[in-house]
T-cell receptor, first 114, second 111 residues
């Protein structure tokens, strides 16, 4: 069972470059999320998509854009990368967005911006 | 702003020892979850506690939700090297979609 698949696994960018992180889930989940994880700060929500066709800002959306391409896929784009965006990025999905819902995470993308 | 503080930040113990890690907040949550994350992987859900005072057991792991639903603890009995990882608590209560995560407790169990 694939679950949540993220690509790429690692990426190095120069300041100002752009890139898109891809995420796909095969569990027929309605809701999808992008988090970043920094040392000592836990996981912080960047954007989420409650259902296909909708996206909303999370705690730290500045510098990012997202696209819910279809029910399976949710991409995260950095238009002009900055060193402050060096982090590990996780995509997650859940059946719905309810408070007790289990989040299923991908294995992460380690991004370095030089 | 809701915050979850976890303690200790780092714990290194010998196999067979018991330990407790804590997750505290000044905010009330409708539920708290505990996840475990291994290096190079995403977090994996261990348990969800919903009712104040609730205790759940998962083999050697015991999870408790505080009576006021502001805190939680995870107790591991007779820790094993396989328990090594980052333990994250996560709180819900923002109307869905905005689960808040603590910074985690990094546990290392030495054989």
């Amino acid at each position: 069972n694939a679950g949540v698949t993220q690509t790429p696994k690692f990426q190095v960018l120069k300041t100002g470059q752009s890139m898109t992180l891809q995420c796909a889930q095969d569990m027929n989940h309605n809701s999808m999320y992008w988090y970043r994880q920094d040392p000592g700060m836990g996981l912080r929500l960047i954007y989420y998509s409650a259902s296909e066709g909708t996206t909303d800002k999370g705690e730290v959306p500045n510098g990012y854009n997202v696209s819910r391409l279809n029910k399976r896929e949710f991409s995260l784009r950095l238009e002009s990368a900055a060193p402050s965006q060096t982090s590990v990025y996780f995509c997650a999905s859940s059946r719905t967005g309810g408070d007790n819902e289990k989040l299923f995470f991908g294995s992460g993308t380690q991004l370095s911006v030089l | 702003t809701q915050l979850l503080e976890q303690s200790p930040q780092f714990l290194s113990i010998q196999e067979g020892e018991n330990l407790t890690v804590y997750c505290n907040s000044s905010s009330v949550f409708s539920s708290l979850q505990w996840y475990r994350q291994e290096p190079g992987e995403g977090p994996v859900l261990l348990v969800t506690v919903v009712t104040g005072g609730e205790v759940k057991k998962l083999k050697r792991l015991t999870f408790q939700f505080g009576d006021a639903r502001k805190d939680s603890s995870l107790h591991i009995t007779a820790a094993q090297p396989g328990d090594t990882g980052l333990y994250l608590c996560a709180g819900a209560g923002g109307g869905g979609f905005k689960t808040i995560f603590g910074a985690g407790t990094r546990l290392f169990v030495k054989a």
